[in-house]
Structures are given as C-alpha cells and as structure tokens.
Nanobody
Framework: QVQLVESGGGLVQPGGSLRLSCAASGDTTCISAMTWHREIPGKERELVAGMTSGGSPYYLDSVKGRFTISRDFAKHTVDLEMNSLKSEDTAVYYC???????????????WGQGIQVTVSL
C-alpha cells in the first residue's frame, strides 16, 4: 500500500502563487507516474499535471506555462508550483500515483485526501 499526503493549499489572490507538495510513504517501490488532479464542484475531476517514472512532465493545456510539476525520486515527493493563479483554478487538488505493473502493487491508482486551493480577492 502507498499513502499520499498533500500540503500547501490555501487562499491566494488572483495572480498569486502557491506550491503544493505531496509526500508518499509505504511501499513506494510500487509508484510509477505521480500526478496532480483537481476537482471543481459540479465538474469531473481533471488531470492537471503529471510526471512519469522517467521524469517526463505533462500538463493540462489551461495550466501550461503557469504550473510546474517537479518530483524528487529519492524522497518520493511531487510538488506543483502554481503561478499566475486565476479564480478558475479554485478547486480541491489531489495527488495521485499510478502503480507499477506488478501483481503486488494492485491495479488502481493511489490517492491523497485532497487539499483546497482558493483563488479569490
């Protein structure tokens, strides 16, 4: 099993910045890609950014150029630096990890509990 814990959310004004962090513990050898998702009330959860086990980042189009994902493979952490925040970035942000393709790692993604990010005056 893998446990994920997010930190760093909060309230920020439009145009401001926040950094989210996610720390993994447990059987971290089961982790493949690590990702950030967000959920806005009334909308489906969407993938915001991710980084593969090989270190390749990918982003939702609407956050490209504003958000940066980084991953520390030794510490089993993944961060999301969010700049030029907009009101539409307000959501609950979730850290997730995809399991390695090994029977002992299970079939489903691991998820954190979520953390609120509010962009407002």
């Amino acid at each position: 099993q893998v446990q994920l814990v997010e930190s760093g959310g909060g309230l920020v004004q439009p145009g401001g910045s926040l950094r989210l962090s996610c720390a993994a513990s447990g059987d971290t050898t089961c982790i493949s890609a690590m990702t950030w998702h967000r959920e806005i009330p009334g909308k489906e959860r969407e993938l915001v950014a991710g980084m593969t086990s090989g270190g390749s980042p990918y982003y939702l189009d609407s956050v490209k150029g504003r958000f940066t994902i980084s991953r520390d493979f030794a510490k089993h952490t993944v961060d999301l630096e969010m700049n030029s925040l907009k009101s539409e970035d307000t959501a609950v942000y979730y850290c997730a990890a995809e399991p390695q393709l090994q029977p002992s790692c299970g079939l489903f993604d691991y998820w954190g509990q979520g953390i609120q990010v509010t962009v407002s005056l």
